[in-house]
Every structure is written in C-alpha cells, then in structure tokens.
C-alpha cells in the first residue's frame, strides 16, 4: 500500500511540475528560454526603476 502511495503521489508531481501545466491554469505569465533570463530581469528593473512612486512604502508590524 505504501509504494502505491508513494508512486500514486510522485506521479502527481512529475505532472505538476511542468511549466506547461501551471501556464495551461494561468498560475504563471510567460515561459522564458533560460537565456533570456538576464533581458527579463533587466526589463523588470528597468519598468521598476521608472514606475512612479504613488504611496510611500510602509511593511507594517513585522513579527518574528
């Protein structure tokens, strides 16, 4: 029963793990080829850096 288990549960997660199958549920926005990955970041940093400032930031009580 156990290795049932075991083999039913990794199977899920083979499947899940898939890029393809968090894309297909809208969970994530893009698929990037791996070498691209600088340019995107860059793009990020680039929109960040020129976003307007609308409220001033504030985290808040943080409890640890």
Do not use: M
């Not at 075991?6 to 893009?30: C, G, M, N, V």
């Amino acid at each position: 029963k156990e290795a049932a288990l075991f083999a039913h549960i990794k199977e899920q997660y083979d499947e899940q793990i898939s890029p393809y199958y968090a894309a297909a549920r809208l969970w994530t926005d893009a698929i990037i080829d791996p070498l691209e990955t600088r340019q995107w970041i860059a793009i990020g940093i680039e929109a960040a850096n020129n976003a307007p400032i609308e409220r001033a930031f504030n985290l808040g009580v943080i409890q640890v």
